[in-house]
């Protein structure tokens, strides 16, 4: 396809596009990189002709001057925002009051063959995209990877003839990640693809296009990319930011008045009627130490956070001792969370209320998905703080829902800080991020974890993301004998 950008601005109700020209040849891939803002989304709206408005959940963009044109063909996306619509007509199609089961949502298979009503394709894309092992899994039911993987299939089962692809391997660990860059370079499919890391950078692009502040800034060669003083530019500004973030947690510091351990678990499982994830998990977490958890997709690291947070079912089948008390022995749920900050994909997709950003990070204190009281002016100084030092001040009364993924991704991550709690879970804290927001919550993390103002608990599959302060891992490994994962502690 041919698509050509002429003086182009769009607008959300918390973003913007630019572009004062641009020029994509027929059968040209691209890379795109963001260096302040979250466009992938934007662009993949606005060339697959999605109407303002569609998904409740997410923001809209709607093209306001200048005009794209393109060639005839077929153009889809695969994006964290077109992930939400996703779970937002999932979440509407629930029949679980008229089941006697919780409804899981759609399957694999049947979300993919929707698209292409073609049987031969659906089992096509099943198998090149890992997926033959979960194509009776509901939606609702896959892991932060699994379902990434299956936003691909679903976009490649219309069988586009451009493809638009926002940072696609977040959330992928490392194999899947090097299987995806081999079956993408052997795709014959022009395509875009936006990228936050360095190392996502595909090497079969043709030319790279750099957007500042929403705004087409330059466009050069892959050789000129790595000169560009973007880089260098960004990493000072994060340093700064960061400096200001630990700053504001050292203010409010206070000690945890727990002994050893602060967690552990004994033997701990958890398995379903026709699968195990994990078993024979032992792990103690004592004051003072930071941990990485590992693990290639669905190995149940983010299950293990849950037995943590709460969140899991099986949480009080096992035996967990947190905060000097034995899990089920008739403390809240909310005793337990009041010293816990939590940020994970799943939690961002549940965060699915019309609050004010401000009133995001207000929950924080509160442990809620929206804010139900009122919060004390000591509290509202502090979230205030939060979105000066994050550059939201003026998002303060913007709806949560407006917002791009980037920037609600960061005010969740101001949300777990805000308490400063004494664990801090973080499960693939930087999805969705942009490559400013990325190096602003690494160093933010380092700071932490070295002050020792909160204990990290840290799930991310890049290499490049260790944390220095970070000297204590879980990693699980297949367990043949049980048919899941068991882990290994180092």
């Not at 979250?38 to 709206?45: E, P, Q, S, T």
């Not at 659906?122 to 990434?148: A, C, M, N, P, W």
């Not at 945890?256 to 977490?285: H, M, Q």
């Not at 022995?329 to 337990?336: F, M, N």
């Amino acid at each position: 396809m041919k698509i050509t950008f002429e003086q182009l601005t769009a607008a959300g109700a918390s973003n913007s596009l630019e572009i004062e020209q641009w020029l994509i040849e027929d059968r040209q891939s691209w890379g795109v990189f963001s260096a302040h803002s979250d466009i992938g989304a934007m662009l993949g709206d606005l060339l697959a002709d999605v109407p303002v408005g569609v998904g409740s959940d997410t923001s809209s963009i709607e093209l306001t001057t200048g005009s794209i044109h393109k060639t005839s063909g077929q153009i889809a996306q695969v994006s964290l925002a077109e992930q939400q619509r996703l779970l937002a007509l999932e979440l509407a199609n629930d029949d679980s009051d008229f089941l006697d089961y919780a409804d899981k949502g759609t399957t694999v298979a049947g979300l993919i063959f929707a698209h292409c009503h073609k049987q031969t394709l659906t089992d096509k894309l099943l198998e090149e995209l890992d997926l033959v092992q979960l194509q009776q899994r509901g939606f609702r039911e896959l892991s932060t990877g699994e379902t990434r993987r299956l936003m691909l299939a679903i976009a490649l089962a219309s069988e586009p003839d451009f493809l638009v692809l926002d940072n696609p391997y977040s959330g992928l660990d490392i194999s899947h990640r090097q299987s995806l860059t081999a079956y993408l370079s052997q795709l014959d499919i022009q395509m875009m693809v936006i990228f936050s890391r360095e190392e996502d950078m595909p090497t079969w692009i043709d030319q790279i296009a750099i957007f500042s502040h929403s705004k087409l800034d330059s466009i050069m060669d892959k050789a000129s990319w790595e000169q560009h003083p973007v880089i260098s530019q960004i990493t000072a500004q994060s340093k700064v930011q960061s400096q200001q973030m630990l700053a504001i947690m050292q203010r409010h510091r206070h000690q945890s008045p727990f002994d050893n351990p602060i967690f552990e678990l004994k033997n701990g499982k958890v398995a379903y009627s026709d699968k195990t994830i994990f078993t024979e998990v032992n792990w103690r977490i004592d004051k003072g130490q930071h941990w990485q958890v590992k693990g290639p997709n669905g190995c149940g690291k983010s299950t293990l956070l849950g037995l943590i947070f709460g969140d899991h079912p099986q949480c009080y089948s096992n035996d967990i001792h947190i905060f000097g008390k034995q899990r089920g022995t008739g403390e809240s749920i909310w005793e337990i969370k009041q010293h816990i900050g939590m940020v994970s994909s799943a939690l961002h997709l549940q965060y699915r209320v019309g609050c004010s950003a401000k009133d995001v990070i207000l929950s924080g204190f509160y442990d809620s998905i929206g804010l139900y009281q009122k919060a004390t002016q000591a509290q509202q100084d502090i979230a205030q703080d939060w979105l000066s030092i994050l550059h939201m001040s003026h998002y303060a009364k913007v709806s949560f829902k407006q917002l791009d993924y980037s920037q609600q991704r960061l005010l969740l991550i101001a949300r777990a800080l805000v308490k400063q709690p004494t664990l801090l879970i973080l499960d693939e804290p930087y999805q969705g991020l942009d490559y400013l927001g990325i190096r602003l919550v690494k160093n933010t993390l380092e700071l932490i974890a070295r002050e020792n103002l909160s204990q990290l608990l840290y799930v991310s599959h890049y290499h490049e993301d260790s944390l220095d302060s970070i000297n204590n891992y879980l990693e699980f490994v297949a367990d043949e004998a049980s048919g899941g994962y068991k882990a290994l502690i180092s």
